[in-house]
């Protein structure tokens, strides 16, 4: 993993951890998906210490399904609508990852989840 000292390098971690995080849930590569889940949230976490968690907005209409529902995720308690508008729509695909994008609406609207 590049070493994170800049927005544009956390932005870049992000997209790409993101991306591979989505294929390897998609391939059942466990182990991979960990992995990568760790970059994203080391990503997430730099641009939250300089302030910038808005800066994943750019993500949300991403080719990947994974970078835009991890963006999604993290935009949730500040742009909420947003956030769930983005996940309401990848829960109507198919696959794994509309189960968990439906899953995380249910657990958000509960209360069970901090980004």
Known sequence: ????????TALAVFEEASIQQAE????GDY???????????????????EDTVDSLRQFLSHTSIGVR???ACYLLPVDEKEGERV??????????HALTA???????KKGNLKF
């Open 1 to 8: 993993m590049k070493k994170i000292k800049d927005i544009e």
């Open 24 to 27: 390897a849930t998609e391939e």
């Open 31 to 49: 182990k991979t998906g960990n992995k990568r889940h760790i970059e994203i949230t080391k990503a997430v976490e730099f641009v939250k210490s």
């Open 69 to 71: 529902m991890w963006a």
């Open 87 to 96: 996940l309401k729509e990848i829960a109507k695909s198919s696959g794994i």
């Open 102 to 108: 439906d899953t995380t609406l249910s657990e958000w």
